[in-house]
C-alpha cells in the first residue's frame, strides 16, 4: 500500500525567500514597462520629423531636401515674421477660420444635441441624418460644395434666384470665399461637437433637473443655471479637440481654392502657405519654419484650451 508523506506546514517564523531588488523594482514599474515601446515607437515618430524641420528651418534649403544647403541660425524666422504680405495676413485668416468656424460649431452643435436630448419620434433617422456630414472626407466635401458654390452652375445661385436674389461669388469672390468655405466647415463638423455634446448630456443626473423644476425654474433658468455647469468639463473637451483640428483644417480650403488659396490667397491660411512653399516653390528652409511657428501656435492654444478645462474642473 503507498504511503503519501505530507510536508509539515511552514511555521511564522520560517523566513521567506528575500525577492531580489531588480524584482521589486519590475513589480512597481511594470505599468510603465508594458507601455514604454508602444512609447518609445510613438516618440520616434515625432522626434525625427520634428527634429529634421527644425534642422532644415536653419538653413536656406531649396529645391531639393537633398542638395547642399547652408546654416543660416535664426534668419529664416527673422524673414517669416517681417513679412506682412504673406505670413501674417495668413496667421490672421488662420485665427478668423478657427475662432469663427469653432464659435458656430460649438453653438449649433448644443442646440442640436438639446433637441436630441430627450426621446422623440423618430430619432434614430434624425441621428443618422445628422451625422452623414461625418461619413465623407473633406476633399470630397469641399469638391461638392466646389460644384453647389459654382456661380454659373451651382445649386445655390439657382435657390437664389428662385428668390429673386441675384447671383452670388461664393468661393470665386475675394470677400466671400473665407466665410463659405467656413460655413463648409461648420457643415461638416458640426455633427461632431453633437456626439461629444449629446454623450455628455446623456451622462447627467436628472436629479438637479428636477429639483430646479419643482422650484419653478423656466427652461432657459435650467439651462443656464442647472445643465451648463454641469456640462463645462464636456464642453472643454469639445472645444479643445475641434479647436485644434479647425487650426490645421487643410484639405477643404485646398480642394476649394487650390494653389495659393485663391489668386489674392483669400483663404490661405498656415498650412496652405506652407503646403505652397514647400510643394509649388520648393522653399523647405522658409516652410520648415512656418511649420515650426504653426506647431507653437498650436502648442499654445492646446496649452490655453487645457489651462481653461482645468479651471472649469475646479
Given at each position: 500500500?503507498?504511503?503519501?508523506?505530507?510536508?509539515?506546514?511552514?511555521?511564522?517564523?520560517?523566513?521567506?525567500?528575500?525577492?531580489?531588488?531588480?524584482?521589486?523594482?519590475?513589480?512597481?514599474?511594470?505599468?510603465?514597462?508594458?507601455?514604454?515601446?508602444?512609447?518609445?515607437?510613438?516618440?520616434?515618430?515625432?522626434?525625427?520629423?520634428?527634429?529634421?524641420?527644425?534642422?532644415?528651418?536653419?538653413?536656406?534649403?531649396?529645391?531639393?531636401?537633398?542638395?547642399?544647403?547652408?546654416?543660416?541660425?535664426?534668419?529664416?524666422?527673422?524673414?517669416?515674421?517681417?513679412?506682412?504680405?504673406?505670413?501674417?495676413?495668413?496667421?490672421?485668416?488662420?485665427?478668423?477660420?478657427?475662432?469663427?468656424?469653432?464659435?458656430?460649431?460649438?453653438?449649433?452643435?448644443?442646440?442640436?444635441?438639446?433637441?436630441?436630448?430627450?426621446?422623440?419620434?423618430?430619432?434614430?433617422?434624425?441621428?443618422v441624418a445628422i451625422l452623414l456630414?461625418?461619413?465623407?472626407?473633406?476633399?470630397?466635401?469641399?469638391?461638392?460644395?466646389?460644384?453647389?458654390?459654382?456661380?454659373?452652375?451651382?445649386?445655390?445661385?439657382?435657390?437664389?434666384?428662385?428668390?429673386?436674389?441675384?447671383?452670388?461669388p461664393w468661393l470665386a469672390g475675394?470677400?466671400?470665399?473665407?466665410?463659405?468655405?467656413?460655413?463648409?466647415?461648420?457643415?461638416?463638423?458640426?455633427?461632431?461637437?453633437?456626439?461629444?455634446?449629446?454623450?455628455?448630456?446623456?451622462?447627467?443626473?436628472?436629479?438637479?433637473?428636477?429639483?430646479?423644476?419643482?422650484?419653478?425654474?423656466?427652461?432657459?433658468?435650467?439651462?443656464?443655471?442647472?445643465?451648463?455647469?454641469?456640462?463645462?468639463?464636456?464642453?472643454?473637451?469639445?472645444?479643445?479637440?475641434?479647436?485644434?483640428?479647425?487650426?490645421?483644417?487643410?484639405?477643404?480650403?485646398?480642394?476649394?481654392?487650390?494653389?495659393?488659396?485663391?489668386?489674392?490667397?483669400?483663404?490661405?491660411?498656415?498650412?496652405?502657405?506652407?503646403?505652397?512653399?514647400?510643394?509649388?516653390?520648393?522653399?523647405?528652409?522658409?516652410?520648415?519654419?512656418?511649420?515650426?511657428?504653426?506647431?507653437?501656435?498650436?502648442?499654445?492654444?492646446?496649452?490655453?484650451?487645457?489651462?481653461?478645462?482645468?479651471?472649469?474642473?475646479?
Open positions: 500500500m503507498a504511503t503519501t508523506t505530507t510536508e509539515p506546514p511552514r511555521s511564522a517564523s520560517t523566513p521567506t525567500p528575500a525577492t531580489p531588488g531588480w524584482a521589486r523594482w519590475v513589480d512597481d514599474h511594470r505599468k510603465w514597462l508594458f507601455a514604454a515601446p508602444a512609447m518609445a515607437f510613438v516618440a520616434a515618430l515625432l522626434i525625427f520629423p520634428l527634429g529634421w524641420t527644425i534642422f532644415l528651418s536653419l538653413t536656406d534649403a531649396e529645391g531639393s531636401v537633398r542638395a547642399e544647403s547652408d546654416f543660416v541660425g535664426l534668419r529664416n524666422y527673422l524673414d517669416v515674421l517681417t513679412d506682412t504680405e504673406r505670413f501674417w495676413p495668413a496667421v490672421g485668416r488662420t485665427a478668423t477660420f478657427t475662432i469663427v468656424a469653432l464659435l458656430f460649431e460649438v453653438v449649433l452643435g448644443m442646440a442640436i444635441a438639446l433637441l436630441l436630448w430627450r426621446p422623440f419620434k423618430g430619432e434614430r433617422w434624425v441621428r456630414p461625418l461619413v465623407a472626407t473633406p476633399v470630397a466635401v469641399g469638391m461638392m460644395w466646389r460644384l453647389i458654390f459654382d456661380p454659373n452652375i451651382g445649386l445655390a445661385n439657382q435657390l437664389l434666384g428662385w428668390f429673386g436674389i441675384g447671383p452670388q475675394q470677400h466671400s470665399a473665407l466665410p463659405t468655405t467656413i460655413l463648409i466647415d461648420v457643415w461638416q463638423w458640426t455633427p461632431m461637437v453633437v456626439l461629444i455634446l449629446l454623450a455628455g448630456l446623456t451622462s447627467l443626473s436628472e436629479e438637479p433637473q428636477e429639483a430646479a423644476r419643482i422650484d419653478g425654474a423656466s427652461t432657459w433658468q435650467r439651462f443656464r443655471h442647472v445643465t451648463l455647469p454641469l456640462l463645462t468639463p464636456t464642453l472643454t473637451v469639445a472645444v479643445l479637440l475641434r479647436g485644434i483640428d479647425a487650426l490645421k483644417t487643410f484639405d477643404i480650403l485646398y480642394a476649394t481654392k487650390g494653389r495659393g488659396g485663391g489668386s489674392f490667397h483669400e483663404v490661405e491660411t498656415l498650412n496652405v502657405y506652407a503646403y505652397g512653399l514647400s510643394f509649388d516653390y520648393n522653399e523647405y528652409g522658409v516652410s520648415s519654419t512656418v511649420l515650426i511657428l504653426f506647431f507653437l501656435i498650436i502648442i499654445g492654444a492646446m496649452w490655453a484650451l487645457t489651462a481653461r478645462r482645468k479651471e472649469a474642473k475646479r
